[in-house]
């Protein structure tokens, strides 16, 4: 049986003994590690910290700087030749770049750090990379966070670990570069800024609340929710807010853990879009962020929006369990396809076809513009890692432990390998190189 999100939260807080891995820990994890909490928003750099966490490294200063390319991106973290960002770009819509090989090789596995910890006074242990958990590869190193607290840089060909750095928690999101830093969330309530080079934080900035949300840089300001139900635009060279905009999601009835908005923020022409647990997607007009639209999604909304042409896509739980097409100018709905289970697998569109992984234990593939199905490809178990979609393939994990390889045209597959644990983390693909990791604390390279 495959246990929906709000179960396995129940579970946890539950009776959290023997976990490997966890989702969401709730207000139990937004203890940061000092006394005291900073006001939302405020802003902390290497100079003026004087709460340093207990297990960072304390010799930042004399870390060598690896080798990294010359910024030549823009002012987005997004790129034709490599994966920048979660799900590739502002608008969530590039997944990678081949050739796919047909039948892909491992080249290198690394096993990550645990972090054990306790939750209402039960043992937990979280491992390996969580949800949404993709890799960002630049130059020659790739780059993730893991739920064991541990941001890595490694080099892509051997996974030599070229350095580390510790935050106070959990890293669950997809991590983000621009112009050679890093920004991620963590479960301590901070968005951090680190250096590419080295992995030496520059900044940090107090959400307020955990922060499962993946960011992006578009135009020159970074963009990133939280649980706190906030969206936020900041100055990515200093973490300087440039505005927030209360989103909602929390109060009276809300779930540990599964506040506010847990969605990446979706740019594209001067709009953002960010969905919340109460079941609203927003558009928020990026130059101020005064509210354009919201759309009824009618349950808890974490799969993040992807926007191409005039729609915009998205996804709910158990109690709507729904993906939907709005009109990205109107916030009207187009269509609605339902699995009867729900959603955590944001789609992946493409021309005219979507993909999506379902908490019914299949991958459906519609028609984009209509909603219809064209093909399901039955699994067994929950698919909660979003599906990268390159050259004619569809790559992804799934509770099966399984890495998938299906042909995209048809839901046949063409291979699989078995990663030793459930996987729910989005696949980084690079040259036909595939970078993933597991919930059991392992992450993987495979490719020609």
Request: some cysteine; proline content about 6%; charged content about 20%.
């Amino acid at each position: 049986m495959n246990p929906s999100r709000r179960a396995f939260i129940r579970m946890a807080i539950l009776g959290g003994g023997g976990l490997s891995f966890g989702r969401a820990l709730g207000r139990a994890s937004r203890h940061h590690g000092g006394s005291h909490h900073p006001p939302a928003g405020t802003v902390i750099t290497a100079s003026m910290d004087s709460d340093r966490d207990s297990d960072s490294d304390s010799d930042d200063a004399a870390r060598p700087e690896i080798p990294l390319p010359p910024w030549a991106h823009g002012t987005s973290s997004s790129a034709p030749d490599t994966l920048l960002m979660f799900r590739g770009n502002p608008s969530h819509t590039h997944y990678g770049t081949g050739p796919v090989p047909e039948r892909p090789r491992l080249h290198w596995s690394y096993g990550m750090e645990d972090f054990a910890t306790t939750l209402r006074g039960d043992p937990i242990l979280w491992s390996g990379t969580g949800w949404t958990g993709q890799p960002s590869r630049l130059g020659d190193h790739v780059f993730v966070g893991s739920v064991g607290r541990i941001v890595y840089a490694f080099e892509a060909a051997t996974g030599k670990v070229a350095w580390t750095q510790k935050g106070r928690r959990m890293f669950k999101s997809s991590l983000c570069i621009f112009e050679n830093r890093i920004y991620i969330g963590n479960a301590d309530n901070y968005v951090r800024c680190l250096d590419a080079g080295s992995g030496r934080e520059r900044w940090r900035l107090y959400t307020g609340s955990d922060c499962d949300s993946s960011p992006c840089v578009a135009d020159g300001w970074l963009y990133v929710c939280g649980e706190a139900g906030y969206a936020w635009c900041l100055d990515p060279r200093t973490g300087t807010p440039r505005w927030r905009t209360f989103l909602g999601g929390i109060g009276a009835g809300t779930l540990p853990g599964s506040n506010g908005s847990e969605t990446s923020p979706a740019i594209a022409d001067g709009d953002l879009y960010a969905a919340t647990y109460d079941g609203v997607l927003w558009c928020l007009d990026i130059r101020d962020g005064s509210v354009k639209w919201k759309a009824d999604t009618g349950d808890d909304t974490d799969v993040s929006p992807v926007v191409l042409g005039d729609f915009v896509y998205t996804a709910a739980e158990e109690k709507a369990p729904y993906l939907y097409c709005f009109d990205r100018r109107t916030g009207k709905e187009r269509w609605r396809y339902g699995n009867r289970k729900g959603y955590w697998s944001t789609p992946a569109v493409r021309g005219d076809r979507l993909w999506i992984g379902g908490q019914d234990g299949r991958l459906h593939c519609l028609d984009a513009r209509s909603g219809e199905p064209i093909w399901v490809r039955k699994l067994g178990r929950a698919v909660w890692s979003s599906p990268a979609v390159v050259d004619d393939r569809v790559i992804f994990g799934s509770y099966d432990s399984q890495l998938h390889v299906l042909d995209a045209g048809t839901g046949r597959e063409v291979w699989r390998h078995d990663l030793g644990g459930r996987c729910i983390s989005t696949p980084c693909v690079v040259d036909g190189y595939i970078y993933i990791g597991n919930a059991a604390g392992t992450f993987f390279c495979f490719g020609p």
